[in-house]
């Protein structure tokens, strides 16, 4: 949590040259706000992150060579000691639930009004998760009843999708697990005909959505 009285250190990320510019115009005006740099892609933002170590991240969903939430996730694996907030265009209910499971601290929407953006940013870095109470509720009522999409896996199947989910390619995996690339391949074609994904980084959005590890323990009970 953010000292009261301390300047709140802000990292903006967008592709979108005009979008970080008005964001940084309203958050300068703040008295206790200061943009301490700004990334327009994702592989760029992790690196800013790394050196800066700002108090929040404010980042666009869509971005290049890494979207909005694989640099989540790889903040998240990392470790890494900031806050999140996703500042989109669109409040499309899948993206929006990933991000919440994928342990956002903040949604807001680009047409929200300015002041309201501010807020969530401020309220973020004071320690508050910012998200609309109905993604919430969705994602407790599943919890609630128990329903795990990763429960439908075999033990080796988990074993490649946590591998996968940490960002190990397939030769990786294979000299991991002891096995032929082949046979991590077999495993995945399985993996995301149980899981309804097509690829490599919707399979990793459900293994994170559905809980990661968490999850795969609670399914092997």
Known sequence: MTDLN???????ADDHELVLEGLRGLLERESDMTVVATATDGESLLAI?????????VMDLAMPTRDGLSCL???RRRGMPVKVVILTAFGDGGALQ?????QADG???KTDPPRQTIATIRNVAHGQIVFPRVVRQATDA?????HSLLSRLTQ???DVLRLLAEGMPNAQIAERLVVQESTVKYHLQ???QKLGVTNRTEAAQVYYREGGERSMLNADR
């Open 73 to 75: 996730r790889e903040i």
């Open 156 to 158: 080796r199947e988990r």
């Open 98 to 102: 990933s991000a919440w499971e994928m």
């Open 6 to 12: 301390r300047t709140i250190r802000v990292v903006l």
């Open 142 to 146: 599943a919890h609630a009843q128990g």
């Open 107 to 109: 949604f807001a929407l």
């Open 49 to 57: 992150i790394e050196r800066e170590r700002p108090d929040v991240v």
């Open 190 to 192: 399985n993996i995301f």
